[in-house]
């Protein structure tokens, strides 16, 4: 079996659902069920033996080691973080405790489980550690994209502690020899993010009449990835990866951030009309706000054959289609309804 820590927020709640829609192999979804872990997410697996849900921290390095015991997994998929670059601009310190400190502890403990193991089963086992392209810094308008050797330049909480835990995973690999690999990812979107992100803060709004707020002049430019491709890129690296090196993951799909908020609107007009693009309302830029992320995945493709599946517009249909019939999710989000699902469903393995 493998374990996954943040299989409850959305990346990983994506990666536990693909995972086991593909293999019969169970996880053990370790999740401190934070604000953005939701196990509504992962109701379509209640009653599902193959999936494992533990009520847990990163930091608690004895709750992983008994953990680590009990089900002997040959692999560690480590989403946990706290992720919201805005959030880590008002209040860093959980993002140092969980992305720094907690990737330490993690890796402190995978170490010695890894170095217990014997012949075949040390070996096989991995660490995958996913991160963002954020650790790069921002590029020039014309500037050629990231690639995995480009220099770390973090600009803001989020990524400055990213990249501190992507520089402990490297260590731990060059130092002790753990098995580990870094994937740096552009911004991902698709169904269950939170709608704190640029693309559901948009369709939610939009769908409740409210503003769309737009930072600054709105030509951030990002890479998106459609969060589905994101869970195969790390199924690929995880397979066939080499430990100690770096994969960077991407869409090959650049944007303005103002040109994702017409893109939004058009599709909600065309799926569920109303006149959106006049909720457009620029506000005060974010302080220290990147110009622009590029992701050169050329790497990731020549050696391990992956290449996302999803154009910009299949996935952002899919993404507006998810929205506009999941509106209950969204409601119960907003409601915070969604911490009560522990209690009344997962009390069996809330630890
Ligand atoms: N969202 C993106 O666009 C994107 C892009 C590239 C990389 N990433 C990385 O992918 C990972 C997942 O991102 P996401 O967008 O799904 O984040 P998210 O905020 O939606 O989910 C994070 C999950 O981690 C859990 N968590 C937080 N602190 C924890 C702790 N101390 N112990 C155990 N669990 C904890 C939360 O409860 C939540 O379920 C993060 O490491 C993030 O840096 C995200």
Same mark, same amino acid.
């Given at each position: ?41 992962? /109701?379509?697996? *209640?009653?599902?033996? +193959? ?19 009990? $089900? ?26 969980? =992305? ?13 489980? %890894? ?24 590029? &020039? ?42 994937? =740096? ?20 709004? /939009? ?5 769309? !707020? ?7 430019? +990002? ?7 994101? &869970? ?12 100690? *090196? ?10 303005? =951030? ?6 939004? &609107? ?6 569920? !009309? ?11 830029? +974010? ?5 622009? $992320? ?27 289609? %998810? ?29």
């Amino acid at each position: 079996m493998i374990l996954v820590t943040g299989g409850a927020g959305f990346i990983g709640a994506n990666f536990v659902l693909d995972w086991l829609a593909q293999s019969d192999e169970p996880v053990i979804n370790l999740d401190k069920l934070t604000y953005a872990g939701n196990l509504q997410n992962l /109701a379509s697996l *209640e009653g599902d033996s +193959r999936h494992i849900f533990i009520h847990g921290d990163i930091n608690d390095q004895q709750k992983i080691a008994t953990l680590l015991k009990q $089900y002997h997994p040959r692999a560690i998929i480590h989403l946990a973080a706290e992720s919201h670059v805005d959030r880590s601009i008002h209040e860093p310190e959980a993002f140092i405790q969980t =992305n720094i400190v907690g990737t330490f502890r993690l890796l402190d403990i995978a170490y010695y489980y %890894w170095k217990e193991q014997e012949g075949e089963a040390q070996q096989a086992f991995r660490f995958v550690h996913v991160s963002t392209d954020e650790v790069y810094g921002s590029l &020039c308008k014309d500037a050629p994209a990231f690639t995995e050797t480009h220099p770390y330049q973090p600009n803001s909480p989020y990524s400055a502690s990213k990249a501190s835990s992507d520089q402990l995973v490297r260590a731990y690999h060059h130092t002790y020899g753990l098995p580990t690999l870094i994937t =740096n990812c552009s911004n991902n979107y698709g169904a269950f993010q939170f709608p704190e992100k640029l693309i559901p803060l948009m369709i939610v709004n /939009a769908l409740s009449g409210k503003p769309l !707020p737009v930072y600054g002049d709105g030509q951030q430019i +990002r890479d998106w990835l459609y969060v589905k491709d994101h &869970c195969s890129a790390i199924r690929r690296v995880l397979q066939a990866g080499i430990p100690g *090196e770096t994969y960077n993951i991407g869409g090959w799909n650049e944007k303005p =951030n103002i040109e994702i908020v017409h893109i939004i &609107c058009d599709l909600l007009n065309e799926l569920h !009309p109303a006149d959106y693009h006049k909720l457009i309302k620029y506000v005060t830029d +974010r302080p220290g706000h990147d110009r622009r $992320y590029a992701i050169d995945a050329r790497k990731i493709e020549r050696d391990l054959g992956w290449r996302p599946v999803e154009t910009f517009e299949t996935g952002i249909r899919k993404t507006v289609k %998810w929205y506009l019939d999941h509106q209950d999710w969204v409601a119960n989000v907003h409601s915070g309804e969604y911490r009560k699902w522990i209690e009344s469903h997962y009390q069996e393995h809330a630890g």
